[in-house]
């Protein structure tokens, strides 16, 4: 099975959630508080800044302090792939390892299931990188 953790999917709609709340009301942008999106996605505070953390680091989100500070995306949303995310919160994407390790199996060369993997991880890479954030909103 194929299997996305936690993390990553609630990055994810945790950025969507994001996206929908800081709408540019003429050139500004309202900063979103985590506080905000953890009770209108029934995540944890402390879950969702430890994503935050991740996020921002990977140039995904970026944050504003003060009264009126709270986060917003650092790019448009249509700018900003659902593998770029995953990636970041995730790691290397892979349904089975030896598709990211080369060294992983002493098989390698001679598995004859291994380009049946790969073309499955591909896959799925293709459809998280076509598809954005504002493809989900």
């Known amino acids: 099975m194929i299997k996305f953790s936690t993390k990553g999917r609630y990055a994810l709609r945790a950025l969507v959630d994001l996206a929908e709340c800081s709408e540019s009301q003429g050139n500004v942008k309202?900063?979103?508080t985590i506080k905000e999106i953890a009770e209108r996605q029934d995540i944890s505070i402390k879950y969702l800044e430890a994503l935050f953390h991740t996020l921002k680091s990977a140039g995904i989100i970026k944050s504003r302090r003060g009264a009126q500070g709270g986060y917003i995306l650092a790019r448009p949303p249509a700018k900003?792939?659902?593998?770029?995310v995953e990636k970041a919160i995730e790691g290397p994407i892979s349904v089975?390892?030896?598709?990211?390790?080369k060294n992983f199996c002493g098989r390698s060369k001679k598995c004859k299931t291994?380009?049946?993997?790969n073309e499955i991880n591909e896959s799925i890479i293709s459809i998280l990188k076509k598809t954005t954030v504002a493809d989900l909103l």
Not at 80 to 84: D, G, H
């Open 30 to 32: 309202k900063n979103v």
């Open 96 to 101: 089975v390892e030896c598709c990211t390790s």
């Open 114 to 117: 291994k380009n049946l993997w």
């Open 80 to 84: 900003i792939s659902a593998f770029e």
